[in-house]
T-cell receptor, first 114, second 113 residues
Framework: GAGVSQTPSNKVTEKGKYVELRCDPISGHTALYWYRQSLGQGPEFLIYFQGTGAADDSGLPNDRFFAVRPEGSVSTLKIQRTERGDSAVYLC????????????FGQGTRLTVV | GENVEQHPSTLSVQEGDSAVIKCTYSDSASNYFPWYKQELGKGPQLIIDIRSNVGEKKDQRIAVTLNKTAKHFSLHITETQPEDSAVYFCAARRNQGAQKLVFGQGTRLTINP
């Protein structure tokens, strides 16, 4: 596709369950980012990949959150033992490289933990 | 770390008038400043950006100005139209080191017909 694709668009899960959120970046983009956006707030950085490696994971809130990008393209954000406070829109963005280039966002996955 | 403050949080203007949104940043090492427009249920869309080596950039009805000394930058939308109604976010990023964007809190812009 032409843009960043995120699936699912909506996810409702019960407290304590495990969830995976998927991001398909723009083809050829080596940099990939995950952000979290709470209602009425700006996006907050979670993790940044350059290729297959996590170059900066300083935004992950705790060890229940983990992300992978095994082949340098698709990325999966994994959340274990979900809590109601994890409810938010999770946004993925990609750019051709990390530096000096624009980041393009997907439409996000709205996660609701009940 | 970087902190970005954005004002106002809400802005209502008459169609055809201009709208201005202002942001300040704290990290003097930041040198890339994008603006995003977010419509309901969608991801942020890049509308314009500016790098620290220029003071102003314009694209049709949209312009951004940057004052590095004062560490603030602004978005100007002229001849506003109903389709400009959305939430706008400013952001800042270092070119070296940390690659993450730090966003402001957002401005909900409403264009009144």
């Amino acid at each position: 596709g032409a843009g960043v694709s995120q699936t699912p668009s909506n996810k409702v899960t019960e407290k304590g369950k495990y969830v995976e959120l998927r991001c398909d970046p723009i083809s050829g983009h080596t940099a990939l980012y995950w952000y979290r956006q709470s209602l009425g707030q700006g996006p907050e950085f979670l993790i940044y990949f350059q290729g297959t490696g996590a170059a900066d994971d300083s935004g992950l809130p705790n060890d229940r959150f983990f992300a992978v990008r095994p082949e340098g393209s698709v990325s999966t954000l994994k959340i274990q033992r979900t809590e109601r406070g994890d409810s938010a829109v999770y946004l993925c963005a990609s750019s051709p490289t990390g530096a000096r280039t624009e980041a393009f966002f997907g439409q996000g996955t709205r996660l609701t933990v009940v | 770390g970087e902190n970005v403050e954005q004002h106002p949080s809400t802005l209502s203007v008459q169609e055809g008038d201009s709208a201005v949104i202002k942001c300040t940043y704290s990290d003097s090492a930041s040198n890339y400043f994008p603006w995003y427009k977010q419509e309901l249920g969608k991801g942020p869309q890049l509308i314009i950006d500016i790098r620290s080596n220029v003071g102003e950039k314009k694209d049709q009805r949209i312009a951004v100005t940057l004052n590095k000394t004062a560490k603030h930058f602004s978005l100007h939308i002229t001849e506003t139209q109903p389709e400009d109604s959305a939430v706008y976010f400013c952001a800042a990023r270092r070119n070296q080191g940390a690659q993450k964007l730090v966003f402001g809190q957002g401005t909900r812009l409403t264009i009144n017909p």
